[in-house]
Structures are given as C-alpha cells and as structure tokens.
C-alpha cells in the first residue's frame, strides 16, 4: 500500500503556472503508475495525468500542451507542472497510485489533495 501527500497548490492569475508534488511513502513506489485526479465542485473526480513505471505520460485532452507530469523514483515523488493555467482548472487536485497489473484507476486509497484556485 502506499500512501500519499498532495501539496504546492495556491493561488494563481489566469496564464500562471504551479507546481504540484506528491509525497509517497510505503511499498516499492517504482513500479506504480501514478495519476493525477482533480474535482471541481460540483463536478465528478476527472483523471488529468498518468505517468507509467516506465514514464511513459498521458493527458487529458483538456490539459493537453499545458501539463507535465514527472517522477523521480529515488525520492519517491510524482510532480504535474501546470503552465498556462485557466479558471477552469480550478479544483482540488489529489495522486493516486496504481500497482501493477491495474490498467484503470483510481486504485486504493487518496491523499488530501491540494487546492488550486484560478482567479484574478
């Protein structure tokens, strides 16, 4: 199991950018594949960002040109660079880790999150 810490979220102008992180602890963090989910309010938990074993990345259209996610194994972090941010992307933004064999997520259990507020 491993268990997960959210933070760098705030608030930022429309066009800014932030830098997320997530903190895991516990198992061999290694061979997960990490996502990044956000939800707005009222809004279903979406999935933004993957990142494979093997760092291999996906994105949601939405966020496409705009995120990067990363990792670094050694220190058990996961990051997702949000650049040209819009209102829009305004949400409570959590990781989520998968094990191997799990192709969908989410998996297991969630972090906090951390808020990111768009705004002027």
């Known amino acids: 199991q491993v268990q997960l810490v959210e933070s760098g979220g705030g608030l930022v102008q429309p066009g800014g950018s932030l830098r997320l992180s997530c903190a895991a602890s516990?198992?061999?963090?290694?061979?997960?594949?990490m996502d990044w989910y956000r939800q707005a309010p009222g809004k279903q938990r979406e999935l933004v960002a993957t990142?494979?074993?093997?760092?291999?990345?996906n994105y949601a259209d939405s966020v496409k040109g705009r995120f990067t996610i990363s990792r670094d194994n050694a220190k058990k972090m996961v990051y997702l660079q949000m650049n040209s941010l819009k209102p829009e992307d305004t949400a409570v933004y959590y990781c989520?880790?998968?094990?191997?064999?799990?192709?969908?997520?989410?998996?297991?259990?969630w972090g906090q999150g951390t808020q990111v507020t768009v705004s002027s």
């Open positions: 516990g198992s061999i963090f290694s061979v997960y594949a």
């Open positions: 990142i494979t074993s093997s760092s291999s990345t």
């Open positions: 989520n880790a998968r094990p191997p064999g799990v192709v969908t997520g989410p998996w297991g259990s």
